[in-house]
Structures are given as structure tokens and as C-alpha cells.
């Protein structure tokens, strides 16, 4: 498999990014464990959670993902198979957020304590925290990268300023720098990433790993009208969002393209993407074995020039 390096770490991952938001959520323990080992099989073994994964979900508290995932490594002695990413910042409870020296050091091992290792490949900022220096927060992520707890640091949901603010400051004090930036972009949502964000992280070689990759769900096509949004818990906000003429401009385009191929509205979408010079990995989800087998044929689907056209005309506001 085709394999992609994050920004300047050196560390190769394949070109797909397993959302593990899904571990403790929608997919218990037995479920996640089949998947990861799946994962694995098939070499898309790079996994994105955070500690804040998934409060959301009432009794949770945070970190049963990163627990289920530590779960798993201590039962299959696979650390040396997967490569961990994790994150640091939301809201985990009565003075528990932020990117302060104090919590960051509280939050790396916490989540080293629950993932079962002793170390984590990328360890991201979940969000900006204005009230902290960046000059706080870089040096002390620069000094887990050289006490072997995080091999690299990573940005998420950072504003262009501040990232290349962020990166002027590690190249000035010789700290690590971000090298990676996971932003929200997918076919449909593209404005800010690709006018704000992406000439920052070509500027400086930074990597890319996108959420929302599929837009909550709507690129696979799923939502083609206002009668769809019982398909889903979300499917209300999806439709409320998504559904215009615009987004059914991008369903033609992509139900033309896939036809054509023999595929699915998704590995299109997710193919697209890859494709992308500025673009790492895109981020997705799968909550069973058929959805991953799905993803895993996007790796390989090879978009022509005529389809990458169609696709990313279909999509600019302007038409």
C-alpha cells in the first residue's frame, strides 16, 4: 500500500486515517477490537482518537475510546502495528481543558495510561487555546517529544494565523513544530480550508488529516432528500445543511463518475481527496467490517483527470 509522510516526522502512514471516535460510541468493545484488528490486515493502521472521545455519549466521561484502543494493544501485542494519534485540549471535566504546561502534562498521561503505552506517535492541540501562549504549549510538547513520550505534535481546528504563528515560534526557539494539521474539508465543505489553511501547510510542508471527510455521511450519497434525515441521528442537521442545490449538484457529479467506475459515492468522494496534493490522509469512520471493506477500496480507486474536473467543478461555490 501506498504509504504518506506527515509533514517532516518521517513517520509513513497509508493514505486513509481510521476515525476511532467510533470506539465506546457506536461500536462496543468486541465490535472495535475486529475492527482494529482489520485494520491491521489490511495496513490501513494509522488511528486518530482523542481523550475527549466520546463524553458525549450519556454515562461517558471521556477517554473510552483511548481505553478500548489500550484494550486491544495490551490483548494483541500489536503496538508496533498501528500508529496512535490522540489529542489534547476539549473539555474533559472540572478543570481539565486547555493547552496550559501543567494540563498537558496531566493529559499525556492520562492518555498514556489509558492507550497502554508509553508513547504516542502524533499528539495534537484539539483546538487553539488563546488564553495560553503558544510559546507555553510548544515548549512543552517539545519536551515530551524529547523525553520519547510523542514522536510528533500536530494542530486541530487552528486558524491559518495562528498555525504559521504557531510555526514561527517553533523555528525561532528551536522547538518542535506542528507537523500535521487536521482540519474540516471534504468536497462539499472547502471555502475556508482551501482559501485560509492550505497555503499555510504547503508553505511549510505541513500534513493533512481531514474530519468530516464525508460530510457527516451525505458524500455517500445516503441523504437525497428531506424524507432521509430519519436515517440517522444527525441525519436532521445533515439534510438541514447539505441539502441544496449545491450539495445536489455534488451528488450528480458523483453518482456520474461512480457509475462510470462501478463504485460507490464514497470512494469516490474519499478518492478525490487523496488526490489532493496538499492532503495527507483524510479521516473516516466505519462502525463494521462491510464499511471498512468499503474504505479500503477508496486506496486504490485512481480518478482521471476528466473525473477529478467534473467533481471539483460540481463543487466550487462559484458554480
Known amino acids: 500500500m501506498e504509504k504518506r509522510i506527515l509533514g517532516r516526522s518521517g513517520i509513513a502512514v497509508p493514505p486513509l486515517v481510521f476515525g476511532g471516535n467510533v ?19 489490511k495496513q490501513l493502521n494509522f488511528i486518530d482518537t482523542a481523550d475527549v472521545y466520546s463524553a458525549w455519549v450519556k454515562g461517558n466521561h471521556g477517554g473510552e475510546s483511548e481505553t478500548i484502543i489500550g484494550n486491544w494493544l495490551k490483548k494483541s501485542g500489536k503496538r508496533d502495528a498501528v500508529i496512535i494519534a490522540t489529542k489534547v485540549g476539549k473539555p474533559m471535566g472540572e478543570g481539565k481543558q486547555g493547552l496550559s504546561a501543567g494540563y498537558i502534562r496531566r493529559a499525556v498521561e492520562a492518555s498514556l495510561r489509558r492507550l497502554q503505552t508509553d508513547y504516542i506517535d502524533l499528539y495534537q492541540s484539539h483546538e487553539d487555546d488563546q488564553s495560553v501562549s503558544l510559546e507555553e504549549t510548544l515548549s512543552t510538547l517539545d519536551a515530551l517529544v524529547k523525553e520519547g513520550k ?13 498555525l504559521a504563528q504557531a510555526l514561527r515560534i517553533s523555528e525561532q526557539n528551536g522547538l518542535a513544530r506542528y507537523e500535521t494539521l487536521q482540519p474540516h474539508y471534504n468536497l462539499y465543505d472547502r ?20 474530519y468530516y471527510a464525508l460530510a457527516s455521511g451525505f458524500l455517500s450519497g445516503k441523504y437525497r432528500g ?17 441539502l441544496n442545490d449545491r450539495g445536489l449538484r455534488i451528488l450528480s457529479a458523483l453518482d456520474a463518475v461512480s457509475e462510470r467506475l462501478q463504485v460507490t459515492p464514497t470512494q469516490v468522494a474519499l478518492a478525490w481527496q487523496m488526490r489532493r496534493p ?25 480518478l482521471s483527470d ?12 462559484a458554480a
Not at 510523542?150 to 495562528?162: D, H, L, T, W
Request: glycine share 6%; net charge negative; aromatic share 6%.
Open 306 to 317: 476528466e473525473d477529478y474536473r467534473l467533481l471539483d467543478e460540481a463543487s466550487t461555490s
Open 191 to 210: 471555502q475556508d480550508y482551501e482559501q485560509h489553511l492550505e497555503p499555510v501547510v504547503t508553505q511549510h510542508g505541513i500534513g493533512v488529516i481531514n
Open 150 to 162: 510523542v514522536r510528533a505534535i500536530g494542530a486541530s481546528n487552528y486558524q491559518g494565523p495562528r
Open 23 to 41: 470506539f465506546g460510541w457506536t461500536v462496543d468493545q468486541a465490535s472495535s477490537f475486529n475492527l482494529l484488528d482489520a485494520l491491521v490486515e
Open 226 to 242: 428531506i424524507e432521509d434525515a430519519a436515517k440517522s441521528q444527525r441525519g436532521q442537521s445533515v439534510v438541514e445543511h447539505y
Open 278 to 302: 496538499s492532503i495527507t490522509a483524510p479521516i473516516v469512520s466505519a462502525t463494521s467490517l462491510e464499511q471498512l471493506n468499503e474504505l479500503e477500496k477508496a486506496v486504490t480507486l485512481i
